[in-house]
């Protein structure tokens, strides 16, 4: 009986010591979707022990077996597990209705569930997993309502933003970027008519989210700059716990998304020997006959045997590269965390001579002082180099060799020098081998705050800001060149931008027994400057000296400065009541210096309420309708993006018979106001199936009155026109979003994200009548910027000549449609516009144990594009300019049915602006797609390696189009800053479509 009770007593004690005894505990956690989760915070109750899930969601803690593991993470229910005999422990954790996510909004931050504006999140899962240059292009199908556009392929191109449509006909038409609280510059400072992206220095990397203001109870805190939206970025920020280390490197290669087929050398021969002898008569042989003019453009070569056949867009359109590393250290604990990044980006376009680099650094700190007291500073700096090339209209552009007939050899016997002697037009290659177009920017952001609480309800804060872009231009063309009568020329321009921005601001927040309240009120300054100098020369000794000071002719010079300021005055109110009956207020008073005397001020109001219908009793334990909230808006922003002195008499000092003088250039007008915005906007946030299915519904209003325009005045006056508040225009549309989780499995997740959008843009007041700009029109009932036109009506089978509509208008107000060979005849009319009526983007996001996969397609309707260039690349051999290969289906025999005229040599037949040149720009586009695999963590731990990701991505793979040009969203870079010309195609460079091999290291 005693070794009984010895041997339970001894097996008792031994057990007693190992259930004592720490134990390694691991395992790994899980979101609803079966996705890793990194960051989620492992404590053992009642102690300060702890530790984090790294990035693939693993985690490793030591525990005895009575200790609780306590999971958590913000926006997921807790969970508390006992360790006991147990060395694995794996969590699967769910949506907590209680901790919701929260956005950025202006001057502060706010529960989601809360939110009863109109605004689109995007974090930084949506942004990284496609390696892209800019950020604008990182958000192309991602947000219902809004339009990116690259206008152009290369690499600096501009950048198009569109938030529920355009909202004025001459003010800026581009949001308002800013970042961690700074109001960004954003002016496009080319030094030519083609637009650069004014963002292109910012590195995608950064950002951790992207709240983009749609309506105006959102944006109207920013007051004279909320028309065109808010696009509000916040860059990654460290967090308290291990260091962490992130490595990304990718390389790629590009090509051009389209080409256009054009003639080669035996059919340009054929069409234009038929051309000359519809407009000579077949005996003329001045084309074909030794030394005639074929000859002289092979320049020696028989291209009756072959011996040249050139394909130009070879030559313009070539392979390119991209390059994009960058690393980033983060961490902290709990008073001090921080950030810091370094990322380089070098991309060879794929218009030959085009190019980028970019270096980038950031640094982000926040300290806590005390409990009450914390200060932080955002800090960024960028140098990038450009390599740029002509604009659209130039021959020195690439794009323009197409012009070139394929009987011109490219390069001279040499095989190096490019030919200049036989080619038709200047050849392009000419100015990549004697000449150059570089542009270095540099620049600089810094945001530092400082936050005191006095008490747990009332804090201050107070930012202050700064953003310095400085841009070189220097341009030479050696002697070879355009340039060679000069002998040679060289230009320098230095842009220096700067921008000081100070915020101050106290916040108030209270919870009562039934309600909540949020207040908010402060001041803001912000003031820009910019010095601009320019000077030229002629006249080179040397093609090796490629500065002014080499020049021998100061041929130009010039230098100018500018500033403007906004003073402001904002506050915002938020309540809720019984957690859903919501109510915000908010008011703006904004003053600038770019308005009159009598008007300087203005005062943009909002208001919005929501009502969550979820929380009521009918609804509250319904096991379909997770979450429902009505919600609706209304408020007045502004648009201050006109020129800094537009109120003012101006005086421009000039020389006048070597004397110097003051001349006057513009009227005064003390009355300049703001255009003002009305926007209404009524929506539906909805979340079914415990929120499987979650989506937005939206109709909104948007009417601006007080445009900014040039009014013309009697000339009488001496004047043209003076800058007047006059006219209205309207947005309406509808925006939907419905996002799903269609697939959720331990090993196999799949969710999707759908956006749609409508857009009906109205001019719907002009009180002196039509603007006509070349193509494009503004006119009261109409679309602004429509396509004005005459209609082409095909080819007269009879004898090939071209016919149009007469459409002139009947008794009853009908139009004639009347053929006619007389283009005179045929009277103009809106037909189009180059705006999309229908924008949609569809996200899918699938994993399967360690791979996982992603798309984007994005589409566009409704919208067209006109071909500026049409009549000399299509047209009929009328100029000597190579022709698009449809050309060759021209009419030649009586009863031929088709929409190509005759081939008739310098004879117009059909060249003229009509709808010949128009078409619809509809497109599906599959934007971006990605493949990783991330390597098994037991297999990287070996090498001290947290995740190690190998993916693949691709950029603009698939295009679906019925547009026979370029591309449907290449327009010309010429016209990328008007205001009114728009959707015109100019020998406009296509998008480069990109595939990507990298790596993404976490240590």
């Given at each position: 009986?005693?070794?009984?009770?010895?041997?339970?007593?001894?097996?008792?004690?031994?057990?007693?010591?190992?259930?004592a005894?720490?134990?390694?505990?691991?395992?790994?956690?899980i979101?609803?979707?079966?996705?890793?989760?990194?960051?989620?915070?492992?404590?053992?109750?009642?102690?300060?022990t702890?530790?984090?899930?790294?990035?693939?969601g693993?985690?490793?803690?030591?525990?005895?077996?009575?200790?609780?593991?306590?999971?958590?993470?913000?926006?997921?229910?807790?969970v508390?597990?006992?360790?006991?005999?147990?060395?694995t422990?794996?969590?699967?954790?769910?949506?907590?209705?209680?901790?919701?996510e929260?956005?950025?909004?202006?001057?502060g931050k706010?529960?989601?569930?809360?939110?009863?504006?109109?605004?689109?999140?995007?974090?930084?899962k949506?942004?990284n997993?496609?390696?892209?240059?800019?950020l604008?292009?990182a958000l192309t199908?991602?947000?219902?309502?809004?339009?990116?556009q690259?206008?152009?392929?290369?690499?600096?191109g501009?950048?198009?933003?569109?938030?529920?449509?355009?909202?004025?006909?001459?003010s800026?038409?581009e949001?308002l970027?800013?970042?961690?609280?700074?109001?960004?510059?954003?002016?496009?400072?080319?030094?030519?008519d083609?637009?650069?992206?004014?963002?292109i220095?910012?590195?995608p990397?950064?950002?951790?989210?992207?709240?983009?203001?749609?309506?105006a109870?959102?944006?109207?805190?920013?007051?004279?700059?909320g028309?065109?939206?808010?696009?509000l970025?916040t860059?990654k920020?460290?967090k308290?716990?291990?260091?962490?280390?992130?490595?990304?490197s990718s390389?790629?290669?590009?090509?051009?998304t389209?080409?256009v087929?054009?003639l080669?050398?035996?059919?340009?021969?054929e069409?234009?020997?038929?051309?000359?002898?519809?407009?000579y008569?077949?005996?003329?042989l001045?084309?074909?006959?030794?030394?005639?003019?074929?000859?002289?453009?092979?320049n020696?070569?028989?291209?009756?045997?072959?011996?040249?056949d050139?394909?130009w867009?070879?030559?313009?359109l070539?392979?390119?590269s991209v390059?994009?590393h960058?690393?980033?250290?983060?961490g902290?604990?709990e008073?001090?965390?921080?950030?810091?990044?370094?990322?380089y980006?070098?991309?060879?376009?794929?218009v030959?001579?085009?190019s980028l680099?970019?270096?980038?650094?950031?640094?982000?700190l926040?300290?806590?002082?005390s409990?009450?007291?914390?200060?932080g500073?955002?800090?960024?700096?960028?140098k990038?180099?450009i390599?740029?090339?002509?604009t659209?209209?130039?021959?020195?552009?690439?794009?323009?060799?197409i012009?070139?007939?394929?009987?011109?050899?490219?390069?001279?016997d040499?095989?190096?020098?490019p030919?200049?002697?036989?080619?038709?037009?200047?050849?392009?290659?000419?100015q990549?081998?004697?000449g150059?177009?570089?542009?270095?920017?540099?620049?600089?952001?810094?945001?530092?705050?400082?936050q005191?609480?006095?008490?747990?309800?009332?804090?201050?804060?107070?930012?202050?800001?700064?953003?310095s872009?400085?841009?070189?231009?220097?341009?030479?063309a050696?002697?070879?060149?355009?340039?060679a009568?000069?002998?040679?020329?060289a230009?320098?321009?230095?842009?220096q931008?700067?921008?000081?921005?100070?915020?101050?601001?106290?916040?108030?927040?209270?919870s009562f027994?039934?309600?909540?309240?949020?207040v908010?009120?402060?001041?803001?300054?912000?003031?820009?400057?910019?010095?601009?100098?320019y000077?030229?020369?002629?006249?080179?000794?040397?093609d090796?000296?490629?500065?002014?000071?080499?020049?021998?002719?100061?041929?130009?010079?010039?230098?100018?400065?500018?500033?403007?300021?906004?003073?402001?005055y904002?506050?915002?109110?938020?309540?809720?009541?019984?957690?859903?009956?919501?109510?915000?207020?908010?008011?703006?008073?904004d003053?600038?210096?770019?308005f009159?005397?009598?008007?300087?001020?203005?005062?943009?109001?909002?208001?919005?309420?929501g009502?969550?219908?979820?929380?009521?009793d009918?609804?509250?334990n319904?096991?379909t309708?997770?979450?429902?909230k009505?919600r609706?808006?209304?408020?007045i922003?502004?648009?201050?993006?006109?020129?800094?002195f537009?109120?003012?008499?101006?005086?421009?000092?000039?020389?006048?018979?070597?004397t110097?003088?003051?001349?006057?250039?513009?009227?005064?007008?003390?009355?300049?106001?703001?255009?003002r915005?009305?926007?209404?906007d009524?929506?539906?946030?909805?979340?079914l199936?415990?929120?499987?299915?979650?989506g937005e519904?939206?109709?909104?209003?948007?009417?601006?009155?007080?445009?900014?325009?040039?009014?013309?005045?009697?000339?009488?006056?001496?004047?043209?026109?003076?800058?007047?508040?006059?006219?209205?225009?309207?947005?309406?549309?509808?925006?939907?979003?419905?996002?799903?989780?269609?697939?959720?499995?331990s090993?196999?997740?799949?969710n999707?994200?759908?956006?749609?959008s409508?857009?009906?843009?109205?001019?719907?007041?002009?009180?002196?009548?039509?603007?006509?700009?070349?193509?494009?029109?503004v006119?009261e009932?109409?679309t602004?910027?429509?396509?004005?036109?005459?209609?082409y009506?095909?080819?007269d089978p009879?004898?090939?000549?071209?016919?149009f509509?007469?459409?002139?208008t009947n008794?009853?107000?009908?139009l004639d449609?009347?053929?006619?060979?007389?283009?005179?005849?045929?009277?103009?009319?809106?037909?189009?516009?180059?705006?999309p009526?229908?924008?949609?983007g569809?996200?899918n996001?699938?994993s399967y144990?360690?791979?996982?996969?992603?798309?984007?397609?994005?589409?566009?309707?409704?919208?067209?594009?006109?071909?500026?260039g049409?009549?000399?690349?299509s047209?009929?051999?009328?100029y000597?300019?190579?022709q698009?290969?449809d050309?060759m289906n021209?009419?030649?025999?009586?009863?031929?049915?088709t929409?190509?005229?005759?081939?008739?040599?310098?004879?117009?037949?059909?060249?003229?602006a009509?709808?010949?040149?128009?078409?619809?720009?509809?497109f599906?586009?599959?934007?971006n797609?990605?493949?990783?695999?991330?390597?098994?963590?037991?297999v990287t731990?070996k090498?001290?390696v947290?995740r190690?990701?190998?993916?693949?991505?691709?950029?603009?793979l698939?295009?679906?189009?019925?547009?026979?040009?370029?591309?449907?969203?290449s327009?010309?870079?010429?016209?990328?800053?008007s205001?009114?010309?728009?959707?015109?195609a100019?020998?406009?460079a296509?998008?480069?479509?990109?595939?990507?091999?990298?790596?993404?290291?976490?240590l």
């Amino acid at each position: 009986m005693k070794i009984k009770s010895y041997f339970f007593f001894g097996l008792f004690f031994i057990t007693s010591i190992i259930f004592a005894q720490e134990k390694e505990i691991s395992g790994t956690i899980i979101d609803e979707q079966g996705m890793p989760l990194p960051g989620v915070s492992i404590i053992i109750e009642n102690t300060q022990t702890g530790t984090e899930t790294d990035f693939d969601g693993n985690y490793s803690i030591k525990a005895k077996p009575e200790n609780v593991l306590i999971f958590s993470f913000l926006g997921l229910k807790t969970v508390k597990q006992t360790v006991g005999k147990k060395t694995t422990i794996n969590v699967s954790m769910i949506s907590d209705n209680q901790l919701e996510e929260v956005v950025i909004v202006g001057f502060g931050k706010q529960s989601k569930r809360t939110v009863t504006d109109n605004i689109a999140s995007l974090t930084s899962k949506d942004l990284n997993n496609i390696p892209i240059s800019n950020l604008q292009g990182a958000l192309t199908g991602k947000a219902a309502g809004v339009q990116i556009q690259q206008i152009n392929g290369k690499v600096e191109g501009g950048v198009k933003m569109r938030i529920r449509g355009v909202s004025t006909i001459s003010s800026s038409q581009e949001p308002l970027y800013v970042i961690d609280g700074m109001p960004l510059i954003n002016d496009d400072e080319s030094v030519s008519d083609a637009p650069m992206n004014p963002l292109i220095s910012l590195n995608p990397n950064d950002i951790e989210s992207i709240q983009i203001l749609k309506d105006a109870s959102s944006a109207a805190i920013y007051g004279a700059r909320g028309t065109n939206g808010v696009v509000l970025i916040t860059t990654k920020q460290g967090k308290s716990g291990k260091t962490k280390i992130s490595v990304n490197s990718s390389y790629g290669w590009s090509e051009a998304t389209n080409t256009v087929k054009f003639l080669n050398a035996e059919q340009y021969v054929e069409l234009f020997t038929e051309a000359s002898a519809n407009s000579y008569g077949a005996d003329d042989l001045w084309l074909t006959e030794p030394g005639g003019y074929f000859d002289d453009m092979a320049n020696g070569l028989d291209w009756r045997n072959g011996e040249v056949d050139t394909d130009w867009t070879d030559y313009a359109l070539v392979n390119g590269s991209v390059q994009d590393h960058s690393f980033s250290i983060s961490g902290g604990d709990e008073k001090t965390v921080f950030y810091v990044s370094g990322a380089y980006n070098n991309t060879e376009g794929i218009v030959r001579g085009n190019s980028l680099e970019r270096y980038s650094y950031r640094g982000n700190l926040d300290h806590k002082v005390s409990d009450k007291f914390r200060i932080g500073l955002n800090s960024s700096l960028s140098k990038t180099q450009i390599s740029r090339i002509g604009t659209d209209n130039s021959f020195s552009t690439p794009l323009q060799a197409i012009a070139q007939s394929p009987l011109n050899p490219a390069y001279l016997d040499d095989g190096v020098t490019p030919n200049n002697e036989s080619t038709i037009y200047y050849n392009f290659l000419m100015q990549e081998y004697n000449g150059s177009w570089d542009v270095n920017i540099t620049r600089a952001i810094m945001n530092t705050f400082a936050q005191y609480d006095f008490t747990p309800d009332l804090s201050f804060r107070t930012e202050i800001g700064y953003d310095s872009n400085n841009q070189l231009d220097e341009y030479f063309a050696g002697s070879l060149t355009e340039s060679a009568s000069t002998n040679g020329y060289a230009d320098a321009t230095s842009i220096q931008s700067d921008k000081y921005n100070i915020n101050n601001y106290f916040t108030y927040q209270k919870s009562f027994n039934t309600s909540n309240l949020e207040v908010v009120a402060g001041m803001s300054f912000e003031e820009s400057s910019r010095k601009r100098q320019y000077v030229a020369g002629t006249g080179f000794p040397s093609d090796a000296l490629q500065t002014v000071e080499s020049a021998s002719e100061i041929t130009a010079g010039s230098s100018s400065r500018t500033k403007y300021n906004f003073l402001s005055y904002f506050s915002r109110a938020t309540f809720s009541l019984y957690d859903k009956y919501l109510l915000k207020g908010s008011i703006r008073y904004d003053g600038s210096s770019r308005f009159g005397a009598d008007n300087r001020y203005g005062i943009f109001p909002a208001a919005s309420v929501g009502w969550i219908l979820s929380e009521e009793d009918f609804l509250k334990n319904s096991n379909t309708v997770s979450s429902l909230k009505l919600r609706g808006s209304y408020g007045i922003t502004g648009n201050a993006g006109i020129g800094n002195f537009a109120s003012l008499g101006l005086y421009n000092g000039s020389a006048y018979n070597k004397t110097s003088s003051l001349s006057p250039s513009q009227l005064a007008n003390s009355d300049l106001k703001w255009e003002r915005t009305t926007q209404v906007d009524v929506g539906l946030d909805f979340g079914l199936l415990n929120n499987k299915i979650t989506g937005e519904v939206d109709y909104y209003v948007k009417t601006t009155n007080d445009l900014l325009l040039n009014e013309p005045v009697p000339g009488t006056s001496g004047w043209s026109s003076i800058t007047r508040n006059v006219g209205s225009m309207q947005n309406s549309g509808f925006e939907f979003v419905l996002n799903t989780t269609n697939v959720t499995t331990s090993n196999f997740t799949w969710n999707s994200s759908l956006n749609l959008s409508t857009l009906k843009n109205e001019v719907t007041k002009l009180p002196n009548g039509d603007i006509v700009a070349e193509r494009n029109l503004v006119r009261e009932g109409e679309t602004i910027s429509s396509f004005y036109l005459v209609e082409y009506a095909g080819v007269d089978p009879d004898n090939g000549d071209a016919l149009f509509y007469t459409n002139t208008t009947n008794a009853d107000g009908t139009l004639d449609k009347t053929k006619t060979n007389v283009y005179s005849d045929a009277e103009r009319i809106v037909t189009g516009n180059p705006y999309p009526t229908l924008m949609a983007g569809f996200t899918n996001n699938l994993s399967y144990r360690n791979f996982d996969f992603s798309f984007t397609f994005q589409g566009e309707w409704g919208a067209s594009i006109y071909n500026e260039g049409g009549k000399f690349q299509s047209g009929n051999a009328r100029y000597e300019d190579n022709q698009t290969a449809d050309q060759m289906n021209r009419w030649q025999n009586p009863g031929d049915i088709t929409d190509v005229p005759q081939a008739r040599m310098y004879s117009t037949n059909g060249q003229q602006a009509s709808t010949r040149y128009l078409e619809k720009s509809d497109f599906i586009r599959l934007r971006n797609l990605s493949l990783g695999y991330t390597i098994p963590r037991n297999v990287t731990q070996k090498f001290s390696v947290d995740r190690l990701r190998i993916y693949f991505t691709g950029v603009n793979l698939l295009t679906f189009t019925d547009y026979t040009g370029y591309d449907p969203e290449s327009t010309y870079d010429n016209y990328g800053n008007s205001s009114i010309q728009k959707g015109i195609a100019f020998y406009s460079a296509p998008p480069a479509k990109t595939f990507t091999l990298g790596l993404n290291i976490d240590l």
